[in-house]
């Protein structure tokens, strides 16, 4: 693996910490500012919001912009939000400099998936984006906690004054060690525009945020479920949150490998097994040991999904893959807030602690069914295509775009390599 991946995981890390270690400081940033600690929990959202908005827009604008100076661009953003988060005089312009923070998120993520999956041979491309969501995935283990402490002790505004050095590291990282990647002639925004309209691309990105809905139905009230139902002292969770973070990084390490080997069927196990987990934590929450090995699978099921669905965005975008790989975020950002918000709704109506692990599990059913979906409009597309080559036509558009002809999304069982490849014609050429 270049070495240009260890640069774009340390933009990973940095992107994971500033987004939770929010999460830690609440009491802290509450009476700084002299708001309720609710009106701070608004904070989180603010950084959501940025990321939904973020991801499309930035990247539409910079369409036509070569990939390592839009990754320079994008981490110089990250620095200013972060530092203007630490040194803002007050709520609202705090809360202002956390959409700020947010906004380059899913695009940094976004470019810096396309760019890895060109720094390698085809058939290690999900291997490559697996490697740099490790920085994501080891943010939970030391860059939040750490991040926590820290502010915890000297003050939140140091905490993302950290980040602010993170990211400064991580630009120089990027400057360094990430080669050249031209867009072609024909990259612009109409092309983006044109690869998000295939229908697969959005039933992917509607897999994302109601797949993975499922994992935030429970992480969101993992603390208080521990507490409440399981019997653990608060001042334990911390390492249960590092559990899971542990479980996210042996996730991502799997991910690629059976991603290169079979997209499709790697999703649809990590939404089976994440069902079947989150069910199963709803009984098993009662038992410390076993609670803490369902976190630890949560975890790591949560996170092998990640990768197939990148993959599966960008093989499905052709192209033009960039604006549909950042989106993804954007659809990860929802699912963290709708299932946050269902998981709080089934609390509120008296379900009980548990109920939002079963509500989690309900979700990782219907991202499923919704993979499952896209699956047979692929066979249903490939046969269509083939027949029409049978009879000396050409395919339609839509179907050779949506078969992704040759490609690993076509039959889910291929590699994904040939569809990441695919992405990497005359419009934007790969860089070895």
Same mark, same amino acid.
């Given at each position: 693996m270049p070495l240009a991946l260890l640069a774009l995981a340390v933009v990973a890390f940095g992107i994971g910490t500033t987004e939770f270690v929010s999460m830690g400081l609440l009491p802290q940033i509450a009476d700084g500012l002299g708001v309720s600690v609710p009106e701070?929990?608004?904070?989180?959202?603010?950084?959501?919001?940025?990321?939904?908005?973020?991801?499309? #827009?930035?990247?539409?604008?910079?369409? !036509?912009?070569?990939?390592?100076?839009?990754?320079?661009?994008?981490?110089?953003?990250?620095?200013?939000?972060?530092?203007?988060?630490?040194?803002?005089?007050?709520?609202?312009?705090?809360?202002?400099? !956390?959409?700020?923070?947010?906004?380059?998120?899913?695009?940094?993520?976004?470019?810096?998936?396309?760019?890895?999956?060109?720094?390698?041979?085809?058939? !290690?491309?999900?291997?490559?984006?697996?490697?740099?969501?490790?920085?994501?995935?080891?943010?939970?283990?030391?860059?939040?906690?750490?991040?926590?402490?820290?502010?915890?002790? #000297?003050?939140? !505004?140091?905490?993302?004054?950290?980040?602010?050095?993170?990211?400064?590291?991580?630009?120089?990282?990027?400057?360094?060690?990430?080669?050249?990647?031209?867009?072609?002639?024909?990259a612009g925004i109409r092309r983006e525009l044109r690869a998000m309209a295939n229908r697969q691309v959005g039933i992917g990105l509607a897999t994302a945020v109601v797949g993975f809905g499922g994992c935030f139905a429970v992480y969101s009230y993992l603390v208080p479920m521990l507490t409440e139902v399981t019997g653990m002292a608060e001042s334990s969770t911390t390492l249960v949150l590092a559990l899971y973070g542990i479980g996210m990084t042996l996730g991502t390490l799997v991910a690629g490998p059976l991603t290169d080997r079979a997209l499709r069927p790697t999703l649809y196990g990590g939404l089976i097994v994440l069902a079947v987990t989150l069910f199963a934590f709803s009984f098993a929450v009662h038992v410390t040991a076993t609670a803490l090995l369902c976190v630890l699978v949560i975890g790591a099921v949560g996170s092998l999904i990640t990768t197939p669905v990148q993959m599966l965005l960008m093989a499905k975008a052709e192209q033009a893959p960039t604006m549909a790989a950042a989106s993804n975020h954007s659809a990860f950002n929802l699912a963290n807030a709708g299932g946050a918000w269902l998981g709080g709704l089934v609390i509120s109506a008296g379900w009980g602690w548990t109920s939002p692990a079963l509500v989690g599990a309900a979700l990782a059913v219907a991202g499923l069914g919704l993979a499952l979906l896209g699956g047979f409009m692929d066979r249903g597309d490939a046969r269509g295509a083939r027949s029409a080559v049978i009879a000396g036509g050409t395919p339609a558009p839509e179907a050779a775009a949506s078969t992704g002809t040759g490609t690993a999304a076509t039959a889910g069982a291929e590699p994904v390599a040939r569809a990441t490849a695919a992405g990497t014609g005359a419009g934007e050429p790969r860089t070895r």
């Open positions: 701070a929990g608004h904070l989180v959202s603010a950084y959501a919001i940025g990321v939904v908005i973020g991801a499309p #827009l930035l990247t539409g604008l910079g369409a !036509r912009v070569p990939h390592k100076r839009l990754l320079l661009l994008l981490a110089g953003l990250f620095v200013v939000g972060n530092t203007a988060s630490a040194l803002a005089p007050g709520y609202g312009s705090l809360f202002a400099a !956390r959409v700020l923070a947010g906004l380059p998120h899913g695009a940094l993520f976004g470019v810096g998936a396309v760019v890895a999956s060109r720094l390698v041979a085809p058939e !290690r491309a999900a291997r490559a984006v697996s490697t740099m969501f490790l920085g994501l995935t080891v943010a939970n283990i030391v860059g939040v906690p750490a991040g926590t402490a820290l502010g915890q002790h #000297l003050g939140w !505004r140091y905490a993302y004054l950290a980040v602010g050095v993170i990211g400064l590291v991580s630009l120089a990282a990027l400057a360094v060690l990430v080669p050249h990647q031209p867009r072609g002639e024909g």
